[in-house]
């Protein structure tokens, strides 16, 4: 009987992973930056797993014509456009490295940083995440928004973020493996990051403009976005109108004895309707914003009970069937 010999692939240290949309001028500078680097980590393999997250420009053929002339560039299209978290959770799925870097195509986080993420992981850090110590780059407004939602986040839930900090990161195998058993569809990546706990610090960068091409990203996607982190991590927006509603009721309460009190004493007299219209307002407001609240998270359970698929990929480019 003929033994079947079965070869063992070597993993790769390191998996850089990258979700772009419409990024096909920033992919040359990209690929030189990420080479220059890995270069000065010789002793240490890698890959990139780049995910097309359904581009409509010309990303994709440049991929394919890197990914020909070097393996270890991976690529998976997704068949429309799913959103950057989806093509992260891609990125986990599919990495084979010790380690995993998600990282922005546009070089605003500075691809060097590896280095020292790199360092810190050899010191037995699990998790090392960069913190934006001078987002001068960006705008007042987009500081300002920021902070706030750091803020407002980390007062609602029961695993904060360091302010800060994005997505651009090292990640462990053990903390790659955590994630992509996750089965929840409303996706939060950087609230997942805290989430998972583990051995973390944190290394401090200067935040870079972008080098070519605009971002996808406007106020409106962003207010959205930080909708979804609050909504997908914490119930605390649910319970704060639980008390308030009670606060509402106790008040409530006491008004009605004061007025019985007062229409004994006093008799009967008839109140002004300015008042009370503005009251009736208000609490039509409350109301209202405590509905919205609510069709959140019904609107969210909606999507978790149908489980769809996260994303679906139309075309692998050097990626094994056995991936």
Known sequence: ???????????????????????????????????????????????????????????????????????????LKFSR????????????????GRAAVPIDVDLQDPPELIIEFVKKWEEGFEMVYGIRNDRSSDSFMKRLT??????????????????????????DRRVVNAISELQERNIFMKGIFGWTGFKSCGVKYVRQKRKTGISKWNYWKLWNFALDGITASTTLPLRIWTYFGSL??????LYAFYIIIRTMIYGVDVPGYASLLVFILLLGGVQMIILGILGEYIGRIFIEVKRRPLYLIEKRVNVDDDD
């Open 1 to 75: 009987m003929n033994k079947v010999i079965t070869e063992k692939k070597e993993c790769p240290d390191i998996s850089i992973i990258v979700s772009m949309y419409n990024e096909e001028e920033s992919l040359p500078s990209f690929f030189k930056a990420i080479a220059e680097t890995m270069a000065q980590l010789a002793s240490y393999s890698y890959e990139i797993v780049c995910i097309d997250d359904g581009s409509t420009d010309g990303t994709y053929d440049l991929l394919e014509q890197y990914a020909a002339e070097d393996r270890r560039i991976k690529i």
């Open 81 to 96: 456009n799913f959103g950057k978290e989806y093509g992260l959770m891609a990125g986990f799925k599919y990495c084979k």
């Open 146 to 171: 920021a902070a706030l939602f750091y803020k407002i986040y980390n007062f609602m839930t029961r695993s904060p973020i360091p302010y800060n900090a994005g997505d651009y990161r090292l990640i």
């Open 248 to 253: 509402l009721s106790f008040l409530g309460v």
